[in-house]
């Protein structure tokens, strides 16, 4: 398995659709951040769905290092 790429070490917040499904980049590679483009393939690492409860603002993580993946924690405040 391949580390996972520190993108940017603060929240990525992007307006979702309540219902509609997101694919999180969990391994920071991809050019479409924070979603997924593909550039995992052969990393060992997939992106995360993330099926949006409410339409509005959500804050994604772009250091790849939450635990709460794949919104921010503020896990990238210690890196």
């Known amino acids: 398995m391949t580390e996972r790429v520190v993108f940017q070490k603060k929240a990525m917040p992007v307006e979702v659709e309540a219902g509609k499904t997101y694919y999180w980049c969990a391994c920071g590679r991809s050019a479409k951040q924070p979603f ?3 550039a995992h393939q052969g990393t060992g690492i997939e ?3 993330y099926k ?3 339409t509005g603002k959500a804050f994604f ?3 790849k290092a939450t635990k709460k993946e794949p919104l921010r924690d503020g896990t990238h405040k210690e890196l």
Do not use: H, L
């Open 36 to 38: 997924c483009d593909g």
């Open 52 to 54: 949006a409860e409410a």
């Open 61 to 63: 993580c772009g250091c």
């Open 47 to 49: 992106p995360v769905a």
